[in-house]
C-alpha cells in the first residue's frame, strides 16, 4: 500500500517507502522521512538494516516495494525520471574501486561534466580546479590503481564534486580510513558544507562521527513487520534527533543499539 507523502515545497528528498528482495523479508518498512536543503544529515544503523539499499533506491538504482519518494518536488518512479536526478545527486560508493575506472586520475574527474555535456576543455578545467580544492594538485597524471586507499577515496571524492551535486549521499566514506585521513576527511566535509551550502546525507556506523558532522541524525532499527516470522524485521526510522538538543541517556540507548551485533532473530528466539 502507498504511503502518501506531504508536499516538499523546500526539500530535496522526501522519502515514504518500503523495500523487500524477491522471497525475501522487508528490508525497509514504511520509512518515513524529508531531507531539507542544507541538511547535513548522518543516519546510522545495525549492519544488514538496508542504508546502502536507500542510497540505491534514491538514485534510482533500485525500486521501492511500495511507497512514494519525492525529489526536488517531483515524484521519481520511472527510470526517465531519474535523469535530473543523477545530475543534481552525487553518490559516493562506500568501496572506492567501484568509481575509479580510467587509467588516470584527470580522466577520472574528468569523465563526470563530460557526460554532462561539457567540452573536454571545460571538463578538464573542472578537473581540475576539484583537484586542487581537495588537496590533490600533481595527482592529474597518477595511474589511479596504484593510489593508496586514502587517496582513492579522495579522488572519489573529486570525481562526485566535479560534477557539481546539490546534495552529496555519502555511503560509509570514511570506514575503511586511518584515524589521521579519517578526521582530515571530517574538516573537508565541514569545509565543503560551510563554502558551498552543499546537503549531505551521509550513512555512517560511527555514533561520534554522525554527531560531529551531522546538523540532523536518523537512527534505523529493525522492527518485527511479522508476528508469525521471527526472521521478519525491516528497518524503519526509529529516532530523528537534532544536533545539539538530545539528552545524555537517548544517545546512550541509540549507542547500545548500534554497536550490538546479535541478529534480531537470535533476540526474538531467545524471548
Request: aromatic share 6%.
Amino acid at each position: 500500500m502507498d504511503r502518501p507523502l506531504r508536499t516538499c515545497r523546500r526539500q530535496c528528498i522526501c522519502v515514504g517507502q518500503s523495500r523487500r528482495y524477491p522471497d525475501g523479508p522487508p528490508v525497509l518498512n514504511e520509512l518515513d522521512f524529508r531531507l531539507h536543503r542544507g541538511n547535513r544529515i548522518g543516519l546510522i544503523a545495525p549492519n544488514g538494516s538496508g542504508k546502502t539499499t536507500l542510497l540505491h533506491i534514491i538514485m534510482g538504482l533500485l525500486k521501492p516495494s511500495s511507497g512514494k519518494l519525492e525529489i526536488f518536488g517531483r515524484p521519481v518512479r520511472e527510470e526517465k525520471d531519474f535523469a535530473d536526478v543523477r545530475r543534481r545527486i552525487g553518490l559516493l560508493f562506500q568501496d572506492a574501486d567501484d568509481q575509479l575506472f580510467s587509467p588516470t586520475v584527470l580522466e577520472d574527474v574528468a569523465f563526470g561534466p563530460l557526460n554532462l555535456g561539457k567540452s573536454k576543455t571545460d571538463a578538464v578545467q573542472i578537473a581540475r580546479k576539484t583537484l586542487d580544492f581537495l588537496g590533490l594538485a600533481g595527482f592529474e597524471d597518477r595511474i589511479t590503481f596504484k593510489l593508496s586507499g586514502g587517496e582513492k577515496r579522495l579522488v572519489s571524492l573529486a570525481t562526485v564534486l566535479a560534477m557539481e551535486p546539490e546534495i552529496l549521499l555519502l555511503d560509509e566514506p570514511f570506514g575503511a580510513l586511518d584515524p589521521g585521513i579519517r578526521s582530515d576527511m571530517h574538516e573537508l566535509i565541514l569545509d565543503l558544507w560551510q563554502q558551498t551550502g552543499l546537503t549531505v546525507f551521509m550513512i555512517t556506523h560511527d555514533l561520534q562521527e554522525g554527531f560531529y558532522l551531522g546538523t540532523r541524525l536518523l537512527v534505523f532499527d529493525k522492527v518485527r513487520t511479522d508476528a508469525q516470522a521471527l526472521g521478519a524485521y525491516g528497518a524503519t526510522v526509529t529516532y530523528d534527533l537534532s544536533i545539539g538538543s538530545t539528552s545524555g541517556s537517548t544517545i546512550d540507548g541509540i549507542r547500545k543499539r548500534v554497536e550490538e551485533d546479535v541478529p534480531r532473530a537470535m533476540e526474538a528466539a531467545a524471548l
